[in-house]
């Protein structure tokens, strides 16, 4: 079974630039999340989706990030424009169900490592 | 917001020996979790301990859940190199509506 895949890797933009990442969860699973993770720190939630409904998204900097998930199964996270506290690793994850109706664990993508420079 | 607070920040010890990790939390939680994260990769899951549990095994890890101190330890016996990661406890808190808030983290390095 293939794991939840995000791309790029890894970014590198200037400050003031538009730049998206891209999500697609394990096959099935209802629940996406988006985190971010400082260095040196354990990961953030910017936004929880159950299928394509954002359902927790108090945490996302809505004045330059955006996300959707249409259909509800692969996603997108944009950042327009970036800063440079945004240079961070963005991981998604996904679950079957949300915490804590099956006390699901989460799967974790590689992330996707940006520097704004 | 950082739920947890893992302690040590920074543990190293030689192949063999056990490797203690401990997390505090804040707020009233439904479960805890610990996960592995590996030098440039994602967070792999570990163990799940939930809040009416005290202590649960899996292999060589330990883990033991204090509600009444909001604490919690994992235990990693006879550590090999490829444990060397950092360790994150999560916790899923009561009132957050099912979202996992993280701790800090603690590096473990287990020198061959």
């Known amino acids: 079974e293939a794991g939840v895949v995000q791309s790029p890797r890894y970014k590198i933009i200037e400050k003031k630039q538009p730049v998206a990442f891209w999500c697609n969860p394990i096959?099935?699973?209802?629940?996406l999340y988006w985190y971010r993770q400082n260095l040196g720190q354990g990961p953030e939630l910017l936004i929880r989706?159950?299928?394509?409904?954002?359902?927790?998204d108090s945490q996302l900097p809505k004045d330059r990030f955006s996300a959707e998930r249409l259909k509800g199964v692969d996603s997108t996270l944009k950042i327009q424009p970036a800063e440079l506290g945004d240079s961070a690793v963005y991981l998604c994850?996904?679950?079957?169900?949300?915490?804590?109706?099956?006390?699901?664990?989460?799967?974790f993508g590689p992330g996707t490592r940006l520097l704004v420079l | 917001s950082q739920q947890g607070e893992e302690d040590p920040q920074a543990l190293s010890i030689q192949e063999g020996e056990n490797a203690t990790m401990n997390c505090s939390y804040k707020?009233?939680?439904?479960?805890l979790q610990w996960y592995r994260q590996n030098s440039g990769r994602g967070l792999v899951h570990l163990i799940l301990?939930?809040?009416?549990?005290r202590e649960k095994h899996s292999g060589r890890l330990r883990v033991t859940l204090d509600t009444s101190k909001k604490s919690s330890s994992l235990l990693i016996t006879a550590s090999r190199a490829a444990d060397t990661a950092s360790y994150f406890c999560?916790?899923?808190?009561?009132?957050?509506?099912?979202?996992?808030?993280f701790g800090e983290g603690t590096q473990l390095t287990v020198n061959p």
């Open positions: 994850a996904s679950s079957l169900e949300p915490l804590p109706l099956q006390e699901e664990t989460q799967y």
């Open positions: 999560a916790t899923d808190e009561e009132t957050s509506g099912s979202r996992l808030t």
């Open positions: 707020t009233s939680i439904n479960n």
């Open positions: 096959s099935g699973h209802n629940t």
């Open positions: 301990i939930r809040s009416n549990e």
């Open positions: 989706y159950e299928n394509e409904e954002a359902v927790d």
